[in-house]
């Protein structure tokens, strides 16, 4: 009985965090109540109080979650190319890219996050996970970008942290303008383009290049 109790909560959790994410989607975040989630999902608020604080909780938990996510499908790709460290991050980026187009749930999450999110009141203590996470990336990215160097996949001179901060900054980019008018460009068709665009540019950029003083001490 006691499992059968703790499936159950499992799955009313899921039904609202999925509840959760359709109404922040087609609504915003600051415009979307506990009462609209609730009504959405078919339960009622103290149904959403058992599992979550309040809002600003249920929010962080799809934000979170969708992270791990990400991370879990860079280990997927990190399997599928055991020696091949630009390979790993290269298709990992075009598969990321192309399940915007066609993973709906991903989709919605991704708009929350870029377009439907205001960080002021209650929510601003999300904007301290943002940053948070932010800063997170680029030491992750920057080791990547080591890792390519050292199997001579990029040029030995190439500056991680300088590096990672553009690499950022092109995909979050492109991700952000897609979501913002899905119709001005095929983000399926181009993804591989766009991608390998980024690593041109990380091949042959003469300004990611460390400067010959330097000792290669990056901050990353």
């Not at 009313?12 to 975040?29: H, M, N, P, Q, Y």
């Not at 377009?115 to 680029?138: R, T």
């Not at 080591?146 to 492109?174: F, K, M, W």
């Not at 665009?197 to 990380?202: A, G, Q, R, V």
Request: glycine share 4%; aromatic share 10%; proline share 4%.
């Amino acid at each position: 009985m006691a499992r059968k109790t703790k499936a159950q909560a499992l799955e009313t959790k899921t039904l609202l965090i999925e509840a959760a994410i359709d109404c922040f989607a087609s609504r915003g975040v600051s415009a979307t109540s506990l009462s609209d989630i609730a009504d959405h999902a078919g339960m009622t608020r103290g149904a959403i109080y058992w599992h979550f604080k309040n809002k600003t909780d249920l929010f962080k938990e799809i934000w979170v979650s969708s992270d791990e996510e990400i991370d879990g499908l860079h280990q997927q790709f990190s399997s599928l190319y055991p020696n091949d460290p630009l390979g790993q991050l290269k298709h990992f980026l075009i598969s990321f890219l192309q399940s915007l187009v066609v993973d709906e749930r991903r989709r919605k999450i991704m708009e929350i996050i870029y377009h439907k999110c205001e960080f002021v009141g209650d929510m601003q203590s999300m904007n301290q996970l943002q940053q948070k996470l932010v800063l997170e990336d680029y030491p992750k990215i920057a080791e990547k970008l080591r890792l390519c160097i050292n199997y001579q996949q990029l040029p030995a001179e190439l500056d991680p942290h300088r590096s990672a901060i553009v690499c950022r900054a092109y995909i979050t980019g492109v991700i952000e303008n897609w979501l913002f008018s899905p119709s001005s460009f095929d983000l399926a068709e181009l993804a591989p383009t766009l991608v390998q665009t980024m690593i041109d540019l990380l091949q042959y950029s003469p300004t990611l290049r460390l400067s010959p003083y330097s000792s290669g001490g990056d901050t990353c």
